[in-house]
Protein backbone atom coordinates (compact mmCIF):
# COMPACT_ATOMS: atom_id res chain seq x y z
CA UNK A 1 0.00 0.00 0.00
CA UNK A 2 1.15 3.25 -0.79
CA UNK A 3 1.02 7.12 0.02
CA UNK A 4 0.90 9.41 -2.25
CA UNK A 5 1.23 12.95 -1.60
CA UNK A 6 2.86 16.70 -3.22
CA UNK A 7 4.93 18.15 -1.73
CA UNK A 8 4.56 22.29 -2.56
CA UNK A 9 8.38 22.70 -1.54
CA UNK A 10 9.81 20.54 -4.21
CA UNK A 11 6.64 20.79 -6.50
CA UNK A 12 6.58 17.08 -7.22
CA UNK A 13 4.83 14.08 -6.31
CA UNK A 14 5.96 11.90 -3.72
CA UNK A 15 5.31 8.18 -2.63
CA UNK A 16 6.18 6.44 0.63
CA UNK A 17 4.96 2.65 1.37
CA UNK A 18 2.56 1.78 4.40
CA UNK A 19 3.42 -1.29 5.88
CA UNK A 20 1.00 -3.80 8.25
CA UNK A 21 -2.53 -2.77 6.71
CA UNK A 22 -4.80 -4.47 4.31
CA UNK A 23 -6.60 -1.29 3.24
CA UNK A 24 -6.79 1.89 4.28
CA UNK A 25 -10.56 2.65 4.11
CA UNK A 26 -10.55 6.83 5.03
CA UNK A 27 -8.02 9.04 7.31
CA UNK A 28 -7.32 12.61 8.12
CA UNK A 29 -4.61 14.63 8.59
CA UNK A 30 -3.50 16.65 12.39
CA UNK A 31 -3.89 20.57 12.13
CA UNK A 32 -0.16 20.49 12.12
CA UNK A 33 0.11 18.32 9.11
CA UNK A 34 2.60 15.64 10.95
CA UNK A 35 0.45 12.58 11.33
CA UNK A 36 -2.86 11.85 10.34
CA UNK A 37 -5.70 9.13 11.69
CA UNK A 38 -7.57 6.85 9.61
CA UNK A 39 -9.62 4.01 9.94
CA UNK A 40 -7.63 0.67 8.32
CA UNK A 41 -8.23 -2.79 7.78
CA UNK A 42 -5.87 -5.74 9.86
CA UNK A 43 -6.55 -9.34 10.32
CA UNK A 44 -10.10 -8.38 8.34
CA UNK A 45 -11.48 -5.91 10.90
CA UNK A 46 -11.61 -1.88 10.44
CA UNK A 47 -10.05 0.04 13.81
CA UNK A 48 -8.79 3.25 14.35
CA UNK A 49 -5.06 4.24 13.76
CA UNK A 50 -2.81 7.46 14.46
CA UNK A 51 0.05 7.41 11.33
CA UNK A 52 3.10 9.44 11.58
CA UNK A 53 4.55 9.35 7.97
CA UNK A 54 7.74 11.03 9.00
CA UNK A 55 8.93 7.66 10.68
CA UNK A 56 6.69 5.55 9.43
CA UNK A 57 5.14 4.33 12.78
CA UNK A 58 1.68 4.29 14.06
CA UNK A 59 -0.35 4.05 17.18
CA UNK A 60 -3.66 1.65 17.64
CA UNK A 61 -6.50 3.40 19.27
CA UNK A 62 -8.98 0.84 18.52
CA UNK A 63 -8.79 -2.97 18.24
CA UNK A 64 -12.00 -4.84 18.83
CA UNK A 65 -14.67 -6.57 16.18
CA UNK A 66 -16.72 -3.24 16.20
CA UNK A 67 -15.99 -0.91 12.58
CA UNK A 68 -14.60 2.62 13.41
CA UNK A 69 -14.78 4.30 10.49
CA UNK A 70 -14.58 8.13 9.04
CA UNK A 71 -12.67 9.44 11.45
CA UNK A 72 -11.40 13.16 12.13
CA UNK A 73 -9.55 15.23 14.48
CA UNK A 74 -11.02 18.04 16.36
CA UNK A 75 -10.35 20.46 18.94
CA UNK A 76 -7.31 21.10 18.09
CA UNK A 77 -6.22 17.47 17.07
CA UNK A 78 -6.36 16.82 21.04
CA UNK A 79 -9.74 15.00 20.19
CA UNK A 80 -10.92 12.05 17.52
CA UNK A 81 -14.33 11.76 16.23
CA UNK A 82 -15.95 8.97 14.24
CA UNK A 83 -18.41 6.82 13.26
CA UNK A 84 -19.27 3.18 14.85
CA UNK A 85 -21.22 0.14 15.52
CA UNK A 86 -20.41 -0.49 18.84
CA UNK A 87 -22.78 -0.84 21.80
CA UNK A 88 -20.70 0.25 24.45
CA UNK A 89 -18.65 3.75 25.53
CA UNK A 90 -15.42 1.74 26.19
CA UNK A 91 -12.62 0.75 24.16
CA UNK A 92 -10.98 -2.55 24.69
CA UNK A 93 -8.64 -4.21 23.33
CA UNK A 94 -10.24 -7.83 22.09
CA UNK A 95 -7.56 -9.05 24.56
CA UNK A 96 -9.09 -7.36 27.54
CA UNK A 97 -12.03 -8.63 26.49
CA UNK A 98 -13.89 -11.35 29.06
CA UNK A 99 -15.38 -14.54 27.31
CA UNK A 100 -18.80 -13.49 28.39
CA UNK A 101 -18.55 -10.07 27.74
CA UNK A 102 -17.62 -10.82 23.92
CA UNK A 103 -20.61 -12.99 23.57
CA UNK A 104 -22.93 -10.31 24.68
CA UNK A 105 -21.10 -7.02 23.31
CA UNK A 106 -22.35 -7.42 19.60
CA UNK A 107 -22.12 -5.14 17.07
CA UNK A 108 -25.44 -2.68 16.43
CA UNK A 109 -26.78 -2.60 13.23
CA UNK A 110 -26.57 0.85 12.91
CA UNK A 111 -23.66 3.21 13.69
CA UNK A 112 -23.36 6.58 16.22
CA UNK A 113 -20.65 8.87 16.75
CA UNK A 114 -18.28 8.60 19.01
CA UNK A 115 -15.37 10.95 20.52
CA UNK A 116 -11.93 9.68 21.54
CA UNK A 117 -10.22 12.18 23.92
CA UNK A 118 -6.57 11.70 22.10
CA UNK A 119 -5.05 14.12 23.92
CA UNK A 120 -5.94 12.26 27.32
CA UNK A 121 -5.07 8.65 25.77
CA UNK A 122 -9.01 8.38 27.61
CA UNK A 123 -10.40 4.66 27.36
CA UNK A 124 -13.85 6.16 27.85
CA UNK A 125 -15.35 7.69 25.16
CA UNK A 126 -18.24 10.39 24.50
CA UNK A 127 -21.23 9.19 22.73
CA UNK A 128 -21.85 11.94 20.81
CA UNK A 129 -25.27 10.35 18.93
CA UNK A 130 -27.69 7.54 20.29
CA UNK A 131 -29.59 6.42 17.74
CA UNK A 132 -30.22 2.89 17.88
CA UNK A 133 -32.30 2.56 14.37
CA UNK A 134 -30.22 5.59 12.59
CA UNK A 135 -26.92 5.64 10.85
CA UNK A 136 -24.61 8.39 11.17
CA UNK A 137 -21.58 8.92 9.48
CA UNK A 138 -18.85 11.32 8.24
CA UNK A 139 -18.69 13.68 11.24
CA UNK A 140 -16.72 17.33 10.78
CA UNK A 141 -15.87 19.58 13.16
CA UNK A 142 -17.85 22.70 12.08
CA UNK A 143 -17.04 25.34 15.04
CA UNK A 144 -16.24 25.34 19.02
CA UNK A 145 -19.42 23.49 19.71
CA UNK A 146 -20.65 22.38 16.93
CA UNK A 147 -20.04 19.13 14.67
CA UNK A 148 -21.79 18.44 11.35
CA UNK A 149 -22.78 14.74 10.22
CA UNK A 150 -24.80 12.57 7.82
CA UNK A 151 -27.47 11.32 9.06
CA UNK A 152 -30.37 8.70 7.45
CA UNK A 153 -32.71 9.82 10.25
CA UNK A 154 -35.60 10.64 7.38
CA UNK A 155 -34.57 7.90 5.20
CA UNK A 156 -32.06 9.52 3.16
CA UNK A 157 -28.84 10.63 4.16
CA UNK A 158 -28.74 14.48 5.13
CA UNK A 159 -26.18 16.55 6.77
CA UNK A 160 -27.15 17.67 10.38
CA UNK A 161 -25.65 19.66 12.67
CA UNK A 162 -24.99 18.88 16.44
CA UNK A 163 -24.64 21.13 19.32
CA UNK A 164 -22.57 19.18 21.85
CA UNK A 165 -23.88 20.73 25.69
CA UNK A 166 -22.77 19.39 29.38
CA UNK A 167 -25.03 19.85 32.22
CA UNK A 168 -24.10 19.00 35.96
CA UNK A 169 -25.27 15.19 36.53
CA UNK A 170 -24.39 15.25 40.85
CA UNK A 171 -22.32 16.43 43.07
CA UNK A 172 -19.72 14.66 45.91
CA UNK A 173 -16.71 15.83 46.13
CA UNK A 174 -16.00 17.53 42.42
CA UNK A 175 -18.80 18.27 39.98
CA UNK A 176 -19.95 15.18 37.65
CA UNK A 177 -21.48 16.11 33.81
CA UNK A 178 -23.40 14.35 31.92
CA UNK A 179 -22.57 15.00 28.60
CA UNK A 180 -25.64 15.31 25.17
CA UNK A 181 -25.81 16.36 21.81
CA UNK A 182 -29.15 18.70 20.04
CA UNK A 183 -29.40 17.72 16.61
CA UNK A 184 -30.69 19.29 13.87
CA UNK A 185 -31.28 18.86 10.03
CA UNK A 186 -29.64 21.46 7.91
CA UNK A 187 -30.38 19.95 4.35
CA UNK A 188 -33.21 18.34 3.17
CA UNK A 189 -32.49 16.50 -0.15
CA UNK A 190 -34.07 13.77 -2.05
CA UNK A 191 -31.25 11.76 -2.77
CA UNK A 192 -28.64 10.69 -0.54
CA UNK A 193 -25.48 12.78 0.02
CA UNK A 194 -22.78 9.99 -0.15
CA UNK A 195 -20.07 12.26 1.69
CA UNK A 196 -18.67 15.35 2.80
CA UNK A 197 -16.10 17.12 4.26
CA UNK A 198 -15.67 20.70 5.72
CA UNK A 199 -12.87 23.18 5.33
CA UNK A 200 -12.95 25.00 8.41
CA UNK A 201 -10.85 28.27 8.12
CA UNK A 202 -13.24 29.26 4.51
CA UNK A 203 -16.52 27.29 6.59
CA UNK A 204 -17.15 25.51 3.07
CA UNK A 205 -18.33 22.04 2.49
CA UNK A 206 -17.79 19.86 0.15
CA UNK A 207 -20.01 17.25 -0.94
CA UNK A 208 -20.57 14.01 -3.14
CA UNK A 209 -23.73 13.35 -4.11
CA UNK A 210 -25.65 11.83 -7.51
CA UNK A 211 -26.88 13.99 -9.74
CA UNK A 212 -28.41 12.91 -13.37
CA UNK A 213 -27.46 9.05 -12.45
CA UNK A 214 -23.50 10.38 -12.11
Do not use: W
Request: charged share 25%; glycine share 4%.
Amino acid sequence: MHLSYYNLAKKKLETVKIFNFEKILDFSYSDDGKQFVMSAAQNGQSDIFVYNPGSASFEQITKDIYDDLNPKFISGSSKIIFSSNRPNDTIRFMNEYPFNLKEKSQPMGQKDLFIYNYKQKNPVLRRVTNTPNVNESYPCEFDKDHICFLSDENGIRNRYLGVLDSSISYVDTIEHYRFFTRTYPITNYSTNIQEQDINLKSKKIAEVVFNKKK
